[in-house]
């Protein structure tokens, strides 16, 4: 008690506490002086460095925009890092992100979230259907405070991660974000820095390939003028319009086949196309040919089995392997039609996705995964593949991918979800993406994978897995489908993935472009039943005079597809046969096919509601309409927004989550 009180004695006394307190507070205003010319002079400097390599990153605006944000797509901040307290400066890496991430990919900043954008306004899309209109999202001011620079992470091959230092955040008055992204990504542009959506992404030797509609794109990196660090950029490796006499329609998907050197391309028509990386050259796989009797077999999806391209048909019930150049096919299983098939016979009617990695795994519409061994009807076997998505969400899949050494990934695009599951045990994890994201293609890397969300590539660490418990966010669809209904009485959306849009149509060598209704699943539809509007509009084509081709014509119209391997539009408005359409606005359009005749007080250019008679449904432009062959009536039905038909641009399984969004779930 003593020794306490003489230590505390000097503080108690008047006499000595004052220059005491007045040493102290110098010495804190010293500090706080010091410190604040400190970090003035590195804001200084690193505001001018960031401006200066905005400027000067192609001729591109500074990184500000008008409001003081930063541009989520500038370029990362200087090459030094921090680990462990240390500083470090990075060395080149080379471009090769199979093994680790480029530094010009950036993190994802906490609490990130795309802008709601009114997408009904955006009417320059080509494909609106899409509810993250990415374009468009520069030009909005992100709700989140001002950073001076995005950090970044770089995954060494240790598996150590060296983080940008994140300068401070300077407290805004904006609205607090409600979701939250991990990971890290770069921006998808073209040479000319446009952003780009691609459809899909393979990993190939040690680069990114990415697939559209119609185009191709290699991942390529180019060097800033100010010495900062590389600049990402997609490199067109488009096709020409038609390669050894077959005409390049719609892509569907794309994989790696790395004893090739090349990427096999299989397009909706069913045919594949082959793309040569070292040498650039474009040459034909397998063209498709009308080879089978009905139904025609219909390739969704396609993987590579070490040797051959091995492609799911749901229409005919099963798995072809197509060595290349090859005219016939060989089958999984032996032939066994969906309609025809018994207990213990093998089923692939519902799938909609393809992988494989020594064993075949097939997705189902569903949500279902079924691992098949061997690749012939002398040595397929089935095998269990359970596993159990968490949380109580409906899954809703769209895509399968693997690779050997990863796990199982299933995109859900509706759920804005990625699923990571373990081949061995089942056990799975998920991968959380806001509202607002568009995923797509998706490409395995080493302790993770990069998945194409709208105009970026996102990458994911496999340890950073979002909780079981953790909220979905299903994405959100183009709002000028609201409300849109089904063009039958009491009709229901088919179950049946052949009369989507997007489907083939081998007989014309054509895609289909609408959905049809056909008798069954839930519809009734019988030569003469009503076709209604599905929304409001005003009437832009009515064939109120229509006149059917004739025999002779049909005959001359098929032959003509059959040698151009190909259905012109002209030829394609001939199938359709009897139409209306109408126009709803803001570049929405409805199509109504196949009419056995028009609702004669109709007019061109007249206003109709929703649920007003259309006309009647029948048989025109399908040939079924020739004499003694008068059956299968349905109604084909097309929605187009912004110059495409919805579907376009999409997988089998991406088209039915659209339409189930629209219409409801499809009736099994």
């Not at 394609?572 to 096919?593: K, P, S």
Request: hydrophobic residues 35%; charged residues 20%.
């Amino acid at each position: 008690m003593t020794e306490q009180k003489n230590h505390a004695g000097p503080l108690e006394s008047g006499k000595s506490r004052v220059p005491f307190v007045a040493g102290i507070a110098f010495l804190v205003v010293g500090f706080v002086f010091c410190r604040s010319l400190s970090v003035a002079g590195n804001e200084a400097t690193t505001g001018a460095a960031l401006a200066q390599r905005a400027a000067g990153a192609g001729g591109v605006a500074p990184a500000h925009d008008v409001t003081g944000h930063i541009k989520r797509d500038m370029p990362p901040a200087s090459g030094v890092t921090l680990h462990h307290g240390q500083t470090q400066t990075h060395t080149e890496i080379a471009p090769s992100v199979i093994l680790q991430p480029h530094p010009a990919i950036r993190q994802l900043p906490l609490g990130y979230s795309h802008p709601s954008l009114p997408l009904h306004v955006n009417t320059q899309r080509p494909t609106s259907f899409s509810s993250s209109a990415h374009p468009s999202i520069q030009s909005h001011s992100l709700s989140q405070p001002h950073v001076l620079a995005q950090p970044h992470a770089i995954v060494q091959p240790n598996g150590q991660t060296l983080t940008q230092p994140q300068h401070q955040a300077r407290p805004q008055p904006a609205a607090k974000p409600v979701e939250q992204e991990k990971g890290s990504f770069i921006s998808l542009v073209d040479e000319s820095g446009k952003p780009v959506t691609p459809s899909a992404v393979v990993s190939h030797i040690g680069k990114f390939y990415f697939l559209g509609p119609k185009h191709l794109w290699s991942l390529e990196w180019a060097h800033q003028q100010n010495g900062g660090p590389k600049r990402p950029f997609l490199k067109a490796c488009h096709p020409p319009q038609a390669i050894d006499k077959i005409p390049v329609q719609e892509f569907n998907n794309m994989i790696s086949v790395p004893p090739r050197k090349s990427l096999v391309i299989l397009s909706k028509a069913g045919d594949l196309f082959e793309y040569f990386t070292e040498t650039g050259a474009w040459h034909q796989y397998r063209a498709n040919l009308w080879l089978t009797g009905s139904p025609d077999p219909d390739y969704v999806d396609l993987a590579f089995n070490g040797k051959d391209i091995i492609l799911i048909d749901p229409e005919r019930n099963d798995i072809w392997v197509c060595a290349p150049n090859s005219k016939y096919l060989t089958p999984y299983f032996r032939e066994v039609m969906p309609w025809a098939v018994r207990r213990g016979d093998y089923y692939v009617g519902d799938g909609i996705s393809l992988a494989y990695d020594g064993f075949t795994y097939l997705l189902r519409k569903n949500g279902g995964i079924t691992k098949f061994s061997g690749n012939s009807r002398a040595n397929v076997r089935q095998l269990k593949m359970p596993f159990h998505a968490p949380g109580r969400a409906r899954m809703r899949p769209s895509r399968l991918v693997t690779a050997p050494a990863s796990p199982l990934y299933v995109v859900e695009r509706e759920n804005n979800r990625v699923l990571s599951i373990d081949k061995k045990t089942g056990q799975t994890s998920q991968f959380v993406f806001s509202k607002t994201s568009d995923l797509r293609g998706l490409a395995p890397i080493k302790d993770g994978f990069v998945v194409v969300n709208g105009d970026r590539l996102v990458t994911r660490r496999n340890d950073t897995a979002d909780l079981p418990s953790a909220e979905i966010h299903p994405r959100s669809f183009d709002q000028r489908l609201d409300g849109i209904g089904i063009p039958v009485p009491k009709g229901q959306l088919p179950a049946h993935l052949g009369v989507f849009p997007g489907a083939r149509r081998l007989y014309r060598y054509g895609i289909h472009a609408g959905v049809d209704f056909f008798n069954g699943g839930g519809n009734k539809v019988v030569m003469g039943t009503p076709a209604i509007a599905a929304d409001s509009g005003k009437i832009i084509r009515i064939d109120d005079n229509f006149k059917d081709m004739d025999a002779p014509t049909f005959n001359r119209v098929m032959s003509q597809c059959a040698r151009e391997h190909n259905t012109s539009d002209h030829n394609e408005d001939l199938f359709r046969g009897c139409q209306v359409w109408i126009d709803h606005g803001n570049r929405m359009v409805t199509r109504y096919a196949h009419l056995d005749r028009i609702n004669a007080k109709l007019k061109k250019n007249a206003f109709v509601n929703r649920g007003d008679l259309v006309g009647y449904i029948g048989v025109s432009g399908t040939g079924q309409n020739l004499p003694g062959r008068a059956k299968y009536p349905h109604l084909h039905f097309e929605i187009w927004l912004d110059g495409h038909y919805v579907g376009y641009g999409l997988t089998p399984g991406e088209t039915l989550g659209v339409y189930e969004d629209i219409f409801g779930t499809a009736q099994k």
